[in-house]
C-alpha cells in the first residue's frame, strides 16, 4: 500500500523566518502529489499540487513545493512566514495503482502543525 | 465557488443511538469520500463512493455504512455509536480522475457519551 510520511508533527518558527514542512512516500510510478491546508476549525483546502511538468509548484500566498522523483519527496517551504500561516499541513498522495471505479483513491500523511511566534 | 457542506457542525450522541451525517456538494462531483480526523493520526478513510449507488471501504469502515442515492449526496451512518467514535468527521468530494484536488466540508465534530 501507499504510504505518506510527514516526518514533523509540529514545527515551531518565529514570524518571518523560513520554513520547511517535509513529506515523503512510498510509491516510485507515476503520482499525483498535493498539500492541503487546514486552518483552526475548518475543513481542508488545497494550498498547491504537482500533476507533472515543471517539478517546482507554488501557491498563491507564497508557499512552494518540489517534486523529487529520486527521492520520492514533495517538501513544502516558504521563505518567510506570517502569523497566518499558523494552521495544519497534510500532504497527500495519489497513486494510479490504487484505484477503485477508474477513480485513484488519495492517501494522507498525519500531518504537520506549523506554529508561527510573534 | 464549490460548496460542500455537511449537517452539523457539532453534535453530541448516546452510546447504542443510531447517528446520520450528511454530507452535500454542488459540483456534479462522480467521487465522494468519508473520513475521520484525530489528533496524531491525520485523516483515515471510512468509505469512498465513486459514482451513485457505488461505494468502497476505505482502511477503517467497521461500526459504519454508508448511502449515495443521489450523486449529490453522501450520508454516514453510525449503526449504534460508541464512545470511540468521538471524532472530527470530513467529507470531501472530487471529479473522477487522479489529478482533481478534493474538496472538503467544515467537519462535524461528533461526541459520544
Known amino acids: 500500500a501507499q504510504s505518506v510520511t510527514q516526518l514533523d508533527s509540529q514545527v515551531p518558527v518565529f514570524e518571518e523566518a523560513p520554513v520547511e514542512l517535509r513529506c515523503n512516500y512510498s510509491?516510485?510510478?507515476?503520482?499525483?502529489l498535493f498539500w492541503y491546508v487546514q486552518y483552526p476549525n475548518q475543513g481542508l483546502q488545497l494550498l498547491l499540487k504537482?500533476?507533472?511538468?515543471?517539478?517546482l509548484v507554488e501557491s498563491i500566498n507564497g508557499f512552494e513545493a518540489e517534486f523529487n522523483k529520486s527521492q520520492t519527496s514533495f517538501h513544502l517551504r516558504k521563505p518567510s512566514v506570517h502569523i497566518s500561516d499558523t494552521a495544519e499541513y497534510f500532504c497527500?498522495?495519489?497513486?494510479?495503482?490504487?484505484?477503485?471505479?477508474?477513480?485513484?483513491?488519495?492517501?494522507f500523511g498525519r500531518g504537520t502543525s506549523l506554529i508561527v511566534h510573534p | 465557488d464549490v460548496k460542500v457542506t455537511q449537517s452539523s457542525r457539532y453534535l453530541v450522541k448516546r452510546t447504542g443511538e443510531k447517528v446520520f451525517l450528511e454530507c452535500v456538494q454542488d459540483?456534479?462531483?462522480?467521487?465522494m469520500f468519508w473520513y475521520r480526523q484525530d489528533p496524531g493520526l491525520g485523516l483515515r478513510l471510512i468509505y469512498f463512493?465513486?459514482?451513485?449507488?457505488?461505494?468502497e471501504k476505505g482502511d477503517i469502515p467497521e461500526g459504519y455504512s454508508v448511502s449515495r442515492e443521489k450523486k449529490e449526496r453522501f450520508s454516514l451512518i453510525l449503526e449504534s455509536a460508541s464512545t470511540n467514535q468521538t471524532s472530527m468527521y470530513l467529507c470531501?468530494?472530487?471529479?473522477?480522475?487522479?489529478?482533481?484536488?478534493?474538496?472538503f466540508g467544515p467537519g462535524t465534530r461528533l461526541t459520544v457519551l
Open positions: 470531501a468530494s472530487r471529479w473522477t480522475s487522479g489529478g482533481y484536488e478534493q474538496f
Open positions: 510509491s516510485s510510478v507515476s503520482v499525483y
Open positions: 504537482y500533476l507533472s511538468g515543471s517539478t
Open positions: 497527500a498522495v495519489s497513486d494510479r495503482r490504487f484505484a477503485s471505479g477508474g477513480s485513484y483513491i488519495p492517501t
Open positions: 459540483m456534479d462531483h462522480e467521487n
Open positions: 463512493s465513486y459514482d451513485v449507488k457505488m461505494k
